[in-house]
């Protein structure tokens, strides 16, 4: 069975760094691209990166670039969304999912998501 | 970037009505157009990709239609259980983008 597990959530101040995580099992993890989603309280869906881990190829969203840094390690099959100096916007829901890249297939398994919460 | 717009941006309906959901791509992306569907506090889930491909598990009352800039999801009969928000999606170039959503009520 395909999943894809998230680390929990976290609480976080201004200025902190925070690194999440997503562990893949149930398929070979090296051969997806695994993709970054963030959802803020009450809105919508949006792609910030994804990182195809066989490689550690990685695109960035302009909208993200600079602020996210996104890795794996396909060793221990974790793929993982961090930032060095959090601020209270990206207080947000995160999900990572398998595939959201330029194929036909579409995000076809997602992670449970890892809220984080930036407050002073 | 490719913008994706979804109309409309909420819909009222009752069980076993018929639903349309419409998304228009900014530009051409053939059919690399995805579906999604979102309860809350709860991860997207995909329902159609290739803008008429039915994901595996998905109950066949959903399907997708569509090509180029403008796309389609129907719900035949609606079921209690069918009201979410949905999202389009394309996967035509980076950076992927996301329709704003459209979130479907119980009337």
């Known amino acids: 069975e395909v999943q894809l597990v998230q680390s929990g959530a976290e609480v976080k101040k201004p200025g902190e760094s925070l690194k999440i995580s997503c562990k893949g099992s149930?398929?070979?993890?090296?051969?997806?691209?695994i993709g970054w989603v963030r959802q803020m309280p009450g809105k919508g869906l949006e792609w910030m990166g994804i990182?195809?881990?066989?490689?550690?190829?990685?695109r960035y969203s302009p909208s993200f670039q600079g602020h996210v840094t996104i890795s794996a390690d396909k060793s221990i099959t974790t793929a993982y969304l961090q930032w060095n100096s959090l601020k209270a916007s990206d207080t947000a829901m995160y999900f990572c999912a398998r595939g959201l890249t330029t194929t036909i297939m579409g995000g076809d398994y997602w992670g449970q998501g890892t809220l984080v919460t930036v407050s002073s | 970037d490719i913008q994706m717009t979804q109309s409309p941006s909420s819909l009222s309906a009752s069980v076993g009505d018929r639903v349309t959901i419409t998304c228009r791509a900014s530009q051409s992306i053939t059919t690399y157009l995805n579906w999604y569907q979102q309860k809350p506090g709860k991860a997207p889930n995909l329902l159609i990709f290739?803008?008429?491909s039915l994901e595996s598990g998905v109950p066949s009352r959903f399907s997708g239609s569509g090509s180029g800039t403008d796309f389609t999801l129907t719900i035949s009969s609606l079921q209690p259980e069918d009201f979410a928000t949905y999202y389009c999606q394309q996967s035509y170039s980076i950076p992927i983008t996301f329709g704003q959503g459209t979130r479907l009520e119980i009337k």
């Open positions: 990182i195809y881990p066989a490689t550690s190829d990685i």
């Open positions: 290739a803008a008429s």
């Open positions: 149930g398929y070979s993890f090296s051969d997806y691209w």
